[in-house]
């Protein structure tokens, strides 16, 4: 009786909340309050929460919201250091047939980004240790991909993107596309990434610290593989031996995404790269797009 | 090892996460976090948000937290309409010993409400149809407690409370504060209330339109009970002719706070009391406070 009337208890408190959905006329969101009422209900219950803890997460929730702008979003970064963003993109971009594995786009890529020939510098201030990048695009099959467009991005080697340098990084510094040919091979020239934190002076920095995380990124390379016919890939590749690899404030690694970082000790290669050290690094990665 | 190294798998997403928090320094903090990853991580997988669906909830977040100012808080509203309020208010005022039974305080609460003496009427603009509230406090083993005070509140017959109404209404109309002699008795007069909406301009409001439920509270009376010795209760008593009584958006009705609000027809009486109509409105409760 008191479920049937709406009526509140404890017990049947996520069943009153469900019930009251009934007259729902979108039946996804209908799906999704169900499941969310309960997963909230069942959570308040585990916590038991005092009423000060309760007032203490409402005010986190609408602190979140509040630093929110156009250029910040604190809701995304909650949900990146919670592995929900990670989650999401796992679930929209299951790979069953073997393609290479997405990771989250970060809020960083600039479309518009210029058309580079293969070998190019993306690299437009010098700045940094040389890097040579390279790789196959191939399906599923192992055949090579031609007209494959690859934009790629990174931070530099103090790990900042252009972006978050107006006017101390040259525009477009480290960002470029490139076309395959009919091997599917490509390359080009940049720098190593280096780590860098997500912002974390806001609500979301605050609640890093108090779990006694830190806010950083494993040093990466950010990638967009599209070609005709074929599922487009958003990922990463990362350093295996930057000191946050096993640690990536945002989930962000997986085993499949690391790269192999190689310093190359060879004067001669090195100038015939047009590089002034007389060593650098490379890393060859190859990519797998799934139809 | 993928789960030892940190890194992330759709399969294991919650463990990578709550295994970050291992370094947490507060154990009630990373308790709590644990279960709200743990559960959200159930949600998700549950719901399968599509990219496009898990935006639109960050901008449903982002939105609640930056409609909120000094007087609006819509968080409050989302935990109210998900009925997790009332749950929270359940976990902290269980009442195993048979006391009267919690209800949301609701925002409407003014301190400093002028303390009345028996039989006051709280009405102060002769607005509203007249009604007589009485009865007892006891213990719970059925005996009257003395120099209890009732803070008591309620919105007028058009929905609002004073504090809505400023310049409209005169300051504390509707409000007062009794306290008990030996007998345990109370008793005042008032107007019957009735039902209003909660604000529903916000997100909140659209949530509920999209749900197909209506933003109505039913019309009650807001009581704050304590005497010295005992928990305090805070509560209300419901009209259950009110349409909404089977559907309160907050879910802040339960069985045993449903009060007889009966119409009496009697002249006499009602020039006897002061009032102006040859009928008025009786309500009985008695409220039974826990140690």
């Excluded at 959905?21 to 997963?39: D, F, G, S, Y």
């Amino acid at each position: 009786m008191t479920q049937d009337r709406g009526y509140f208890s404890e017990e049947t408190s996520a069943q009153a909340v469900i019930a009251r959905n009934a007259a729902c006329p979108n039946p996804r969101l209908a799906q999704v309050m169900e499941v969310i009422t309960r997963k909230l209900h069942e959570a308040v219950k585990e916590i038991e929460p005092s009423e000060a803890e309760w007032m203490q997460a409402l005010q986190f929730l609408t602190a979140t919201g509040q630093i929110c702008n156009d250029w910040r979003q604190e809701w995304i970064l909650f949900s990146d250091i919670m592995g929900v963003s990670m989650l999401v993109d796992a679930i929209n971009h299951r790979k069953p047939d073997g393609g290479s594995e997405n990771t989250v786009l970060g809020p960083f890529h600039v479309a518009d980004a210029p058309e580079m020939p293969m070998g190019a510098n993306i690299c437009l201030d010098g700045k940094g240790e040389d890097m040579v990048v390279s790789g196959y695009v191939r399906d599923t099959q192992g055949r090579p991909l031609a007209g494959v467009r690859m934009d790629v991005w990174q931070a530099n080697d103090e790990g900042f993107y252009d972006v978050q340098q107006k006017g101390i990084q040259p525009d477009f510094n480290l960002r470029g596309v490139f076309v395959t040919g009919a091997d599917g091979h490509y390359w080009f020239k940049a720098v190593k990434p280096k780590f860098y934190p997500i912002p974390d002076d806001g609500p979301v920095g605050k609640l890093l610290a108090a779990l006694g995380r830190h806010p950083y990124r494993p040093a990466h390379l950010h990638f967009i593989v599209q070609a005709d016919g074929f599922q487009t890939l958003t990922t990463h590749i990362f350093d295996p031996n930057c000191p946050y690899i096993t640690s990536d404030a945002v989930f962000g690694v997986k085993e499949s995404l690391l790269a192999n970082f190689r310093k190359v000790e060879d004067a001669a290669k090195s100038t015939a790269m047009g590089f002034t050290a007389d060593w650098f690094w490379a890393v060859d990665f190859d990519f797998v797009l799934a139809r």
